[in-house]
């Protein structure tokens, strides 16, 4: 079983940056890419960014392409979401997931993933 923590969150200015972060433990020799999702009050559960945990491929939702920016350390204990130009549009709780699945067309849907962190609030507003 994978553990997963997530912070950062917090509340920001539009145009504004944060950092959100991942603390990965456990078992994760069954990972095979990290996830990080967010879910506005009412709203589904939607797809942000993943990185698959043992190359460097990338994904993201259109809607924070060029803005958002996921990576991991060199030890595969951390992943980080960068967030930048942010829009109120991205107040959301943000959570990070893990996923066993080596398919990257199946990375965009939550049921694909297995282990979930409890999330972080992440507010944009003037």
């Known amino acids: 079983q994978v553990q997963l923590e997530e912070s950062g969150g917090g509340l920001v200015q539009p145009g504004g940056s944060l950092r959100l972060s991942c603390a990965v433990s456990?078992?994760?020799?069954?990972?095979?890419?990290m996830g990080w999702f967010r879910q506005a009050p009412g709203k589904d559960r939607e797809f942000v960014s993943a990185?698959?945990?043992?190359?460097?491929?990338?994904y993201y939702a259109d809607s924070v392409k060029g803005r958002f920016t996921i990576s991991k350390n060199s030890d595969k204990t951390t992943v980080y979401l960068q967030m930048n130009s942010l829009k109120p549009e991205d107040t959301a709780v943000y959570y990070c997931a893990a996923t066993p699945i080596r398919n990257y067309k199946y990375y965009y849907t939550p049921s694909s993933y297995d282990s979930w962190g409890q999330g972080t609030q992440v507010t944009v507003s003037s």
């Open positions: 456990g078992r994760t020799s069954n990972t095979y890419a």
């Open positions: 990185i698959k945990w043992l190359v460097r491929d990338t």
